[in-house]
Nanobody, 118 residues
């Protein structure tokens, strides 16, 4: 299974970006999907997550500004980021969990850099 993240870039404060993460390979059933981010010198943190049923949860710092969604037919995860702030600057990683029999496997994308200038 491979994850290809895209959509990062440089944007001014208040701007918007849309991240995508496409999964490919031997995929049976994708369970949970999520976006994490890691800024220099900080730990990786959960930004937003979405279950197979469409339930979502967000970090308090992004609530009301970011929206996570998924297209199950395309095995693709999205993150719409609005009203971006300099503190949103980080490398963003997608994560998916795949169920295979009685096991669940987690996969990470390579990361896409988001830089918000003030």
């Amino acid at each position: 299974v491979q994850l290809q993240a895209s959509g990062g870039g440089l944007v001014q404060s208040g701007g918007s970006l849309r991240l995508s993460c496409a999964a490919s390979g031997s995929i049976s059933s994708i369970n949970n999907m999520g976006w994490y981010r890691q800024a220099p010198g900080k730990q990786r943190e959960l930004v937003a997550a979405i279950t197979s049923g469409g339930s979502t949860n967000y970090a308090d710092s992004v609530k009301g500004r970011f929206t996570i969604s998924r297209d199950n037919a395309k095995n693709t995860l999205y993150l719409q980021m609005n009203s971006l702030k300099p503190e949103d600057t980080a490398n963003y990683y997608c994560n998916i969990s795949i169920v295979s029999g009685q096991y669940e496997f987690a996969y990470w994308g390579q990361g896409t850099q988001v830089t918000v200038s003030s």
